[in-house]
C-alpha cells in the first residue's frame, strides 16, 4: 500500500509543523515563518535553540525505540514483546538515574545502553530452563518482573537524591522531550541510523527465522547467534531512545503493528521501517498533545503516551482473549 | 513438624516483628520501658512519647494494612486460581490511591478522614475493571493475561496521577502523603475506621472461603455442589475491595506482600483456604512491620519506605513465581 507509506509521512510532517508552531511562549506564524526564512527576531530564536531540537530528537526517539519494539515483535512472534513490556527500557532508565544518583558523570547513552542489555540478558538468563524451550509468554512475565523490580530500585534511588534531583529523575522517568539541544538529537539519530543499518542487515537472517529453527538451520543460518544479535540491535536502539527521551512508555508497544496496518507492509525490513516511522510520529504527536492540552502547563510526553497505550494494551489483551490465543 | 507447631511458630513471629517494630528505630526503646508506657503514661519521658504517639500508631497500621493485604492477596490468587494475582501488580492499589489523590485535588480537603473513604470506590473500580479485561472472573485467566491487564490499569493510572500533579502543584504533596506506600504517618490516618473495614473484608472471607474452594472446581462442578458463582465473585471482590481499601488507606499502595503472602502461607497451612486465610494475615502483617523496621535502619537516620522494601524484596519473589507457571495453560 503505496497511500500508507504517504500517509504517514504526511501526518510525521504535519506533527513536526505542528510542534515547532506550539509552544509555552505564544508567538504568531508570521513571526515564526518570518524568523525560520530570516534567521532573525524572537521567533528564529525559539525554533533554533528550544523547539527544532525538541522536534528533531523526538523523531529520533520514536524512530529508535519503533523499530526496536518491531524487532522484538517479529522475533518472538508477538505483539506483546515489545522493549518496555519485557523491562528493557525501565532497566536502561534504573541505569541512568543510578549514575546520576551516584554522580558518575558519565555520558548517558552507554549507560542506558549497559542498562538494557544487562537487563535483557537478566530476562534470557532467569527464563532459561533446562528442561524445555523459552516461550515467549515466560519471557514476558519474566520482563515484567524484571521492570517491576528496577521501578522499585529507581524508587530506592530516588530516595537517596536530593529533593531537587529527585524531582527532575522522576519527571526524566516519566519520559519527556523538554528542554533537548541540538547535541542530543544529533546524538540519537547518528546513533539510531547506525543501528539502523546494522539491523537492516540482519533483516534478511530474521526472515529466515521466521520460517521456522529446521529450516533455518538448513539454509545455513546459526539461528542462535543470529537471534542473540537481532535482540542486541533491538535493545541498544531501544536504549538510543531511551537516552534522550527518557523510558517514553508503550511507543515500542504501539508502533510495530500500527505501522504494519498502516502501510501494509509485509517484509521484515519494510515492517521495521513502518515501525520506526509510526513510532517517530507517535512521540512527536504525543509530545505536542502533553504540551498543548492544557493552556500554560507542560506535561512530559511520557504522560501522553501512557495515557495511548495503556488502552491499546488492553485492547490487545481484550482481542488476544477474544482468539483464545493468550 | 505438626500442624498446630507451625501455626504456634507463624504467632511466634508475628510476636517477634511486633516487638522489633515498638523497640527498635533512631531511638531503641527498652522493653522496661513499654508496661509503663501504657498503664502510666508520663508525657515528659522521651521513651514513653515515641511508644506512644509514634510506634504505637506505627505497629497499628502495619498490622491493618500487612493483614488485610495478605487477606487480598490470597482471595485473588485463589479466586483467580492464578499465583500472579496481587492487589499492587493488578492495579487495585493504583485505583484506591488514585481515588484518593483525585478527591484531594478535587476537594482540596488534605489528609482528612473523609478523603481516605474514597479509597473503597477506587479500589472497587479498579478491581473490577481488571478482573473484567484480564478474564478474571471466568476462572480461566492465564496468569500473563491477567497481568498484563493489571499493568495496563497500573500505567494507565499512573499517567492520571503524574498528569495531576504536574498540572497542580500544590498537588504533589498529597501525592506525597497518599500515594507513598509507607507507614510513616500511621498518626494522621484514621485507624479505627479502617481496622473495621479490613476486620469486616476477613470475617467475609472467612465466611466466603468454602464456596471459593467450590468455585475453584470450576463452575459448572460448584454449582453442583450448591455455589452461585455470580455472588460468590461479587463477594470476593467486596473482600478485596474493602481489605485493599483499607491497607491503602493507612499505608498507601504497598505492592508485592499479597504476591509473596499466600504462597508462604498455603505451604505452612496446606490447601484449607480458611487457615490459609488465618495465616496469610498474620505473616502479612509480620512481613510489612519487618520490611518497614528494616526500612528505618538500613539508611538511618533517613527512611526507606516500606512499600520500597516490599517491592524490593518482591520482584524476585515475582521473577521466582513467574518461572514456574506454564503460559498459556489456565493456571
Given amino acids: 500500500m503505496k497511500s500508507g507509506w504517504v500517509l504517514l509521512a504526511v501526518v510525521i510532517l504535519l506533527a513536526a509543523l505542528a510542534g515547532l508552531a506550539v509552544g509555552q511562549v505564544d508567538i504568531g506564524p508570521a513571526m515564526l515563518w518570518h524568523g525560520a526564512l530570516t534567521g532573525e527576531g524572537p521567533g528564529a530564536l525559539t525554533l533554533r535553540l528550544i523547539r527544532a531540537p525538541r522536534v528533531v530528537t523526538g523523531l529520533g526517539a520514536g524512530a529508535a525505540l519503533g523499530m526496536a519494539g518491531a524487532i522484538c515483535q517479529m522475533l518472538f512472534r508477538n505483539p506483546l514483546a515489545a522493549p518496555d513490556v519485557m523491562g528493557f527500557t525501565a532497566g536502561a532508565g534504573l541505569a541512568v538515574v543510578a549514575a546520576i544518583a551516584l554522580g558518575l558523570g558519565l555520558p548517558l547513552p552507554p549507560v542506558a545502553a549497559a542498562g538494557g542489555l544487562a537487563t535483557a540478558g537478566l530476562v534470557a538468563a532467569l527464563s532459561w530452563s533446562p528442561r524445555h524451550d523459552t516461550p515467549p509468554l515466560t519471557l514476558i512475565l519474566v520482563g515484567l518482573g524484571i521492570g517491576f523490580t528496577a521501578g522499585a530500585l529507581g524508587s530506592f534511588a530516588m530516595t537517596r537524591l536530593p529533593q531537587a534531583e529527585a524531582a527532575e529523575a522522576q519527571r526524566w522517568l516519566t519520559g519527556s522531550l523538554a528542554a533537548r539541544d541540538w547535541g542530543q538529537a544529533a546524538q540519537v539519530w547518528g546513533i539510531s541510523a547506525v543501528l539502523g543499518l546494522v539491523a537492516a542487515v540482519q533483516m534478511r537472517a530474521l526472515a529466515v527465522l521466521e520460517l521456522g529453527e529446521a529450516m533455518a538451520a538448513g539454509l545455513g543460518l546459526r539461528a542462535g547467534r543470529a537471534r542473540w544479535a537481532l535482540v542486541a540491535t533491538a535493545v541498544l536502539l531501544a536504549a538510543t531512545g531511551v537516552a534522550v527521551a527518557g523510558p517514553l512508555p508503550f511507543v515500542a508497544l504501539m508502533a510495530g503493528p500500527l505501522g504494519a496496518r498502516v502501510t501494509g507492509a509485509r517484509s521484515p525490513l519494510a515492517q521495521m521501517l513502518a515501525a520506526g516511522a509510526t513510532g517517530a510520529a507517535i512521540v512527536v504527536l504525543a509530545d505536542l498533545a502533553a504540551r498543548a492540552a492544557l493552556p500554560g502547563i507542560q506535561l512530559p510526553a511520557g504522560v501522553t503516551t501512557g495515557l495511548l497505550g495503556a488502552p491499546y494494551l488492553l485492547w490487545l489483551l481484550a482481542r488476544g482473549m477474544a482468539r483464545g490465543a493468550l | ?331
Fill in chain 2, 1 to 331: 513438624m505438626s500442624g498446630s507447631l507451625r501455626f504456634v511458630g507463624v504467632v511466634a513471629l508475628l510476636a517477634l516483628a511486633m516487638g522489633l517494630s515498638l523497640g527498635v528505630g533512631v531511638r531503641d526503646v527498652p522493653v522496661a520501658a513499654w508496661w509503663p508506657a501504657l498503664v502510666a503514661y508520663d508525657p515528659t519521658d522521651p521513651n514513653h512519647i515515641t511508644l506512644i504517639t509514634i510506634r504505637l500508631p506505627r505497629l497499628c497500621a502495619g498490622l491493618i494494612a500487612g493483614g488485610a493485604l495478605g487477606v487480598a492477596g490470597t482471595v485473588m490468587q485463589a479466586l483467580t486460581r492464578n499465583p500472579l494475582a496481587d492487589p499492587g501488580l493488578l492495579g487495585v492499589n493504583a485505583g484506591a490511591a488514585f481515588a484518593i489523590v483525585l478527591g484531594a485535588v478535587l476537594l482540596g480537603a488534605q489528609g482528612a478522614g473523609a478523603i481516605a473513604f474514597l479509597s473503597f470506590p477506587g479500589a472497587a473500580l479498579a478491581a473490577a475493571a481488571v478482573f473484567a479485561l484480564g478474564g478474571g472472573l471466568r476462572g480461566d485467566a492465564g496468569p500473563v493475561r491477567l497481568t498484563l491487564a493489571g499493568a495496563a490499569v497500573n500505567a494507565l493510572l499512573l499517567s492520571l496521577v503524574s498528569a495531576i500533579v504536574l498540572i497542580q502543584r500544590e498537588s504533589l504533596d498529597i501525592l506525597r502523603f497518599w500515594v507513598a506506600g509507607s507507614l510513616s504517618e500511621a498518626t494522621r490516618r484514621p485507624l479505627g475506621e479502617m481496622a473495621m473495614a479490613a476486620g469486616l473484608g476477613g470475617a467475609l472471607a472467612l465466611f466466603l472461603a468454602p464456596a471459593i474452594e467450590a468455585l475453584s472446581l470450576g463452575a459448572a462442578l460448584s454449582r453442583g455442589l450448591g455455589t452461585r458463582p455470580g455472588r460468590v465473585q461479587a463477594g470476593a471482590l467486596v473482600v478485596i475491595t474493602l481489605c485493599t481499601g483499607a491497607a491503602v488507606a493507612v499505608a498507601g499502595p504497598i505492592a508485592f506482600l499479597g504476591l509473596m503472602v499466600p504462597p508462604l502461607a498455603r505451604a505452612i497451612a496446606g490447601h484449607r483456604l480458611r487457615a490459609e486465610l488465618a495465616v496469610s494475615a498474620a505473616l502479612g502483617a509480620t512481613i510489612l512491620l519487618l520490611a518497614d523496621t528494616a526500612g528505618r535502619l538500613v539508611l538511618a537516620p533517613a527512611e526507606v519506605r516500606a512499600g520500597i522494601m516490599t517491592a524490593v524484596i518482591g520482584g524476585p519473589v515475582f521473577i521466582a513465581l513467574a518461572r514456574r507457571v506454564r503460559p498459556g495453560a489456565p493456571a
